[in-house]
């Protein structure tokens, strides 16, 4: 009985580390995602660039559509700079039909995205990166092995709803950080957006 209580209890906590997605530092394993063009994408054809920008967002949520034009600036700001952005939707379109994979195909072309829009259909990505909102930012840099490590983790800026009070650029500052070769100060913020819609 011992033994299998044993079992129980590390089953568990395996299960709350995973649940935990990555910290500062972790190693992100590479995924293969559909892009609203119809193409696979994988994380490791970005094995060239110095980092990548990956956002977890989505159609609906009111906090996505306010970053929205300020992402489209991020990948025009930084793509030319060796540092991408990767878009991932998370929802579960049958609870937010708005979220489904038509709907992006429609966002992206509309607002004319300059960046991948993937669908994370299963949402293993999402839990694997630990992401709970949207937008939901996690910065990886390459590590020249065609390996990303994540350097930072959370919010874009300190403030979500309008782009004209920003005063904290934290992700801007955590890639201008790895590009110096130093580590982002902060590492983390609060990720502040809409929750990801979870499959039952």
Known sequence: MKNLLSVVFLSLISLSLLAQG?????????????NVDGKMV????YADEEGVIVI????????????EQRIIALDKAYASEGFPVVAINPNDPNRVPEDAFPKMQERAAEKGYTFPYLVDETQEIARTYGATKTPHVYLLAT????????????AIDDSPMDADAVDK???EDAIAAVKAGESPSPAETKAIGCTIKWLP
């Open 42 to 45: 994988s994380l490791t054809d």
């Open 143 to 154: 590590e020249g092995n065609g390996t990303f490590t994540v350097h930072y983790i959370g």
């Open 169 to 171: 650029t934290y992700l």
């Open 56 to 67: 977890f967002t989505c159609n609906h949520c009111p906090y996505a559509k306010a970053y």
């Open 22 to 34: 990555y910290s500062v530092g972790d190693q992100a394993r590479n995924f293969t995602l559909k």
